[in-house]
């Protein structure tokens, strides 16, 4: 018998002894049914259901159970196998184990290690390396990429070549190599290799760009040290994953797939915390690559579903990843092994300055009243093979809520096609190297509660718009516009597009809960930063 684990909020992920602990007691089932080849793709908290933190939330007797969700692959008998261990109690137990079929799950970190050392040491792959003048396998780099539009059926894993020129430190981007081997992990072994420039590679790109520091010998030396200097700590509190901060109540989880989670967001008013977001937090992402020529119409990522985000999490450091009076939180999660795996520092909790709050000046007496903004940040940045991904949260004195992603890394680059001097589907980075084009488009999930205790069950979107009234008796110099909402009512209706040049924005209802000074229901304003131009609103008797 494995003794489970103590707690102390049902949200709290998994520590690294339940991992442990879930890796043990799946060993043993699949021991039982006769598997082999054991791999664990994921081990991780099976949250409860909404009802369940609620009621917990409103009485603190009614612990929901302790479940762990896990992956487990046992190729060929039986590849994915969804199971849940219940860890509340005296003893860890598997209590559902149900093997899906026609399905792969993401791939693993280990999973992407395996795919490289597969394919070179691949003697097909090894002999096309050859023909472009490659022999040092050390200096090769193979992207590893989930295949979509599949060609055949296998847990496939595409490789995008390149070469390191000289130094393993070296940029492999500023290399591509023309061909692209795809491997089958169950099989272990290289399943096809495709060579769009068929017999006739062309010639690898070897002008060195980097950005390595050992590379860099011109260094900037006009920039003055920044301190940032908080002698008497920060104003935030910090107790296990639940942050108080200026009257913002915050509680933090991480997973594998969407890395950061943000749960039971709420504001205090009058001794009483407001709710506004129940949970909230990014749930996929697609890159779709442009490229129709063969092999790149298959290039696309889903970054979370392929991967996911919180395994590919930095180890954050002071200085230039975060600013300030930090407080970090650890993430664990697992390996194939079944072996909890820690990622330090994986999110960045810091104050920082956020210019002006608000000002006003009496022009009459010539009094000023100004004060400054200071906002509170939770962060974490991923790196999902040659991008890197920041992910920031926003909290504001005033009540606001942002969240900011920014790109960064290396561009994923390609060898020109067969017969292109020039891209047709991208921009030249130099000479023979294509960056192809491509989206980034993001999921958000916001599970709202505003201003309602149970969870927003009543709660309703509408959108907003601008528009300009028409001429006539009501505006007869045309100057007049109006906001015109639209209530969402069902999914087909909420289809929407942030259009800028109305003005649009939605507004999350809570009718139930009224404003004291207006009498209207509370809202919340959901906006793109972007959407916020707007043409001039006259008629033409304007």
């Given amino acids: 018998m494995t003794k489970a684990i103590s707690y102390t909020h049902p949200l709290d992920p998994l520590d690294a002894q339940e991992v442990k602990t879930c890796s043990r007691v799946c060993a043993s089932r699949a021991a039982d049914a006769g598997y082999r080849n054991v ?13 369940e933190l609620l009621a917990y939330e ?6 929901p159970a302790r479940t762990a969700y896990c992956i487990v692959q046992a190729f060929p008998k039986s590849p994915v196998n969804e199971v849940e261990v219940e860890l509340s109690g005296d003893s860890a137990k598997v209590t559902s184990w149900k093997q899906v079929k026609g399905v792969e799950p993401p791939l693993s970190p280990d999973d992407c290690s395996l795919g490289e050392k597969i394919a070179k040491a691949d003697s097909q792959v090894q002999e096309q390396l050859k023909l472009r003048g490659v022999t040092n396998l050390d200096l090769v780099a193979c992207d590893t990429w989930s295949v979509h539009m599949v060609p055949f059926e296998g847990r496939l894993m595409q490789m995008w070549m390149y070469y390191h020129n000289g130094s393993p430190d070296d940029n492999q981007y500023a290399h591509p190599l023309d061909f692209v081997p795809i491997l089958d992990l169950h099989l272990g072994k290289v399943v096809r290799i495709d060579q769009p420039h068929h017999d006739k590679p062309p010639k690898m790109p070897s002008e ?47 997973n594998s797939r969407e890395g950061l989670v943000l749960h039971n967001v709420g504001y205090e008013d009058e001794g009483r915390v407001r709710p506004i977001i129940h949970r909230a937090s990014l749930v996929e992402m697609a890159v779709p690559y442009g490229d129709p020529n063969a092999p790149f119409q298959r290039k696309c990522a889903f970054d979370m579903g392929d991967i996911g985000l919180g395994c590919c999490a ?14 970090y ?32 000046m009496d022009y009459r ?49 390609n060898a020109l096609s067969f017969g292109e001097t020039a891209p047709e589907y991208g921009t030249l980075v130099v000479e023979g190297v294509n960056a192809q084009n491509h989206q980034h488009m993001f999921c958000a999930r916001l599970d709202m509660a505003v201003d309602d205790d149970e969870g927003g069950k009543g709660l309703y979107v509408s959108e907003m718009h601008v528009e300009a009234m028409p001429d006539g008796k009501e505006n007869p110099y045309g100057n007049g516009f109006v906001g015109v909402e639209t209530p969402l009512t069902n999914e087909g ?20 809960s009224r404003h004291a000074s207006t009498g209207n229901s509370l809202s919340f304003h959901l906006s793109d930063r972007f959407c916020c131009w707007s043409p001039l609103r006259v008629t033409q008797a304007a």
């Fill in 314 to 327: 930095n180890s954050l450091a002071l200085g230039c990843d975060c600013l300030g009076h930090i407080h």
């Fill in 39 to 51: 791999r664990f793709n994921l081990i991780s908290l099976k949250e409860p259901r909404k009802a």
């Fill in 208 to 254: 060195n760009y980097n950005y390595h520091r050992s590379f860099i010998t011109d260094w900037r030396t006009d920039l003055k040290p920044w301190n940032v200097d908080q002698p008497e700590g920060p104003s935030f509190k910090v107790e296990g994953n639940s942050i108080v901060w200026q009257k913002w109540h915050i509680r933090t989880s991480f």
């Fill in 493 to 512: 209706s909420a289809c929407r597009v942030a259009d800028a040049s109305k003005g649009t924005y939605w507004k999350i209802n809570n009718p139930d």
């Fill in 365 to 413: 007496t010539g009094h000023a009243e100004v004060r400054r903004s200071r906002r509170l940040v939770l962060s974490f940045i991923s790196t999902v093979v040659n991008y890197e991904y920041a992910f920031y949260w926003y909290f504001y004195q005033d009540g606001t809520i942002k969240h900011e992603i920014k790109l960064t890394g290396m561009l994923s680059t």
């Fill in 58 to 63: 409103a009485d603190k007797s009614a612990v």
């Fill in 329 to 360: 939180f650890d993430a664990v999660l697992n390996d194939s092994k079944g072996d909890a795996v820690m990622i330090p520092q994986a999110v960045c909790l810091h104050e920082e300055d956020a210019g002006i709050l608000w000002k006003h």
